[in-house]
C-alpha cells in the first residue's frame, strides 16, 4: 500500500523559509520520479516540482522558479521541499506525489498517488 506522509508545513511570514519532508513506504522510492503539487484556497491543484529517479535532473513551476529547491534521498525514502523568500500567494496545502510519468511533465499526479498534505500559510 503506497503511504506519502508529509511534514513540516507551518505558519511563516514573508520573505521566510520552510522545509517540507515526505516519508514514502509501500513502493520502491527509488523506481518513481517524485513530485510536489499544492493546493490553495478554492483553487485547483497547481503542479510545483518534479525530480528524476536519482535527482539528477529536476523541473520547477514558473511560480516558484528559483526560489524552492527539490531533492530527495533514496536511502531514507524521503522527498524534500526546500522553500525560501515565501509570498503570501504561496499559502496552501502542499502534496508530496508519486509521478505516473518518467520524465518532468509538468503535469499533476492522479490524486490517488498524493499523500494527505500539510499546510503552509505564509502570512505577517
Known amino acids: 500500500q503506497v503511504q506519502l506522509v508529509e511534514s513540516g508545513g507551518g505558519l511563516v511570514q514573508p520573505g521566510g523559509s520552510l522545509r517540507l519532508s515526505c516519508a514514502a513506504s509501500?513502493?520502491?522510492?527509488?523506481?518513481?520520479?517524485m513530485s510536489w503539487v499544492r493546493q490553495a484556497p478554492g483553487k485547483g491543484p497547481e503542479w510545483i516540482s518534479t525530480?528524476?529517479?536519482?535527482?539528477?535532473?529536476?523541473g520547477y513551476s514558473d511560480s516558484v522558479e528559483g526560489r524552492f529547491f527539490i531533492s530527495r534521498d533514496n536511502a531514507k525514502n524521503t522527498l524534500y521541499l526546500d522553500m525560501m523568500n515565501l509570498k503570501p500567494e504561496d499559502t496552501g496545502l502542499y502534496y508530496c506525489?508519486?509521478?505516473?510519468?518518467?520524465?518532468?511533465?509538468?503535469?499533476?499526479?492522479?490524486?490517488?498517488?498524493w499523500g494527505q498534505g500539510t499546510q503552509v500559510t505564509v502570512s505577517e
Open positions: 506525489a508519486r509521478s505516473r510519468d518518467f520524465r518532468i511533465s509538468r503535469r499533476v499526479p492522479p490524486r490517488n498517488d
Open positions: 509501500g513502493f520502491s522510492f527509488s523506481n518513481y520520479y
Open positions: 525530480i528524476s529517479l536519482v535527482g539528477s535532473n529536476t
